[in-house]
């Protein structure tokens, strides 16, 4: 009965991400390629998009306080996270990263740093979506017995 | 016979996941690496890879450079080079098929991919 409950609010919660459109059809894309050999995939992808995703973050905000901009530089950061974005369906933090290559392209440092202030938000409220989505698969799977 | 071998590389490591879990489940064997020097050694010290798989935009070297090494390389220029690259950049497309790639996928790579480039192992 428990693992009822826990499986309708995950699928809720999941429902709601893409209805919110912070996921594509990428996401189901990982879910399809999940299964008894391979139990946990798409948390294992989540959690590598959820640190790649801080650690490029950090670095883009160090690298927009210098006094001295390398916008290439700052680009190759948003083009990984871009393309990390895209390879889990977080369909939001993609668009913003192509919003934010264009201020790149413009050195528009007001700009990437606006975007950076955009793609942060939505990042993180991303991850603790995705925070919330593992901890409920690990309670679903914590009400079933061990093989 | 035995499963295929595909390289991939990729410096981004959720789309290494990602790739090597689309082509093991067509029944592939996959090596991972990062960078396009670390492919170059592993293909140097291992001999049964069927395919390369490679990202385009790597740093220090990209997706081309490693297929011109591996096309001017008399041991490994029959191997089959994929390119995978988010960017759908015309000029670029046509640079990677004419030094001899198989094709040019669009990133994010997708299951229905798999069988498309599996067909030229």
Redo the contacts between chains.
């Keep these: 009965m428990a693992a009822a409950a826990l499986t309708s609010q995950l699928n809720a919660l999941v429902n709601n991400m893409f209805a919110m459109g912070l996921l594509d059809d990428q996401f189901q894309q990982l879910q399809m390629l999940q299964d008894s050999t391979a139990p946990d995939f798409v948390s294992e992808v989540v959690t590598l998009f959820c640190d790649d995703g801080e650690r490029i973050i950090c670095e883009l905000s160090r690298q927009l306080e210098k006094p001295n901009v390398d916008f290439d530089r700052v680009d190759s950061y948003v083009h990984q996270l871009k393309g990390s974005s895209a390879s889990v369906g977080a369909q939001k933090v993609k668009n913003t990263c192509i919003q934010f290559r264009e201020f790149c392209q413009q050195r528009s440092r007001d700009g990437c740093l606006k975007t950076l202030d955009l793609v942060r938000t939505e990042f993180y409220d991303l991850r603790n979506k995705f925070q919330a989505m593992l901890q409920l698969e690990q309670q679903i799977q914590a009400c079933y017995p061990k093989h | 016979m035995s499963s295929p071998h595909v390289l991939v590389v990729d410096?981004?490591?959720?789309?290494r996941?990602?790739v090597s879990?689309?082509l093991m489940?067509h029944n592939v064997r996959v090596t991972a690496v990062e960078s396009v020097m670390q492919a170059l050694m592993f293909l140097d010290s291992e001999h049964d890879v069927d395919m390369i798989v490679s990202d385009y935009?790597m740093?220090d070297m990209t997706g081309y450079n490693l297929l011109m090494e591996v096309k001017k390389s008399p041991k490994l220029a029959h191997l089959p080079v994929v390119i995978a690259s988010?960017d759908n950049i015309p000029e670029r497309i046509r640079k990677c098929l004419d030094g001899g790639a198989k094709d040019y996928i669009l990133?994010?790579?997708?299951?229905v991919d798999v069988p498309r480039i599996m067909k030229y192992i």
């Excluded at chain 2, 410096?11 to 789309?15: A, S």
């Design positions: 410096d981004t490591h959720v789309d996941h990602v879990m689309a489940r935009c740093p988010s990133k994010p790579v997708k299951i």
